[in-house]
């Protein structure tokens, strides 16, 4: 079982494994301060991205994602990998 890192940019919150619901692809999220991080990059501030941003990208929007939809039809919680 990998040790959880605290967020690097905020000290709040633990980072959480999850995936997209679309294509299973998995990240590492905040969510006290919404910090993305791709499991390729280091989690160190530098590399953060933001939740709102990737969203948008990957449903090819600009601006804010959230407006008619919530996490949940995206992304999901991976289960605890005991
Ligand atoms: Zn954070």
Known sequence: MSTPSICPRCEQDWLHRYRFKSDGAVFSLCTECD?????????DIANALFLDD?????????????????????????????
């Open 35 to 43: 910090s993305f991080w791709w499991p390729q990059a280091g989690t």
């Open 54 to 82: 990737v969203v948008a990208a990957r449903l090819g929007e600009e601006g804010n994602p959230w407006t008619t939809r919530v996490w949940a039809d995206v992304i999901e919680a991976m289960p605890d990998e005991g």
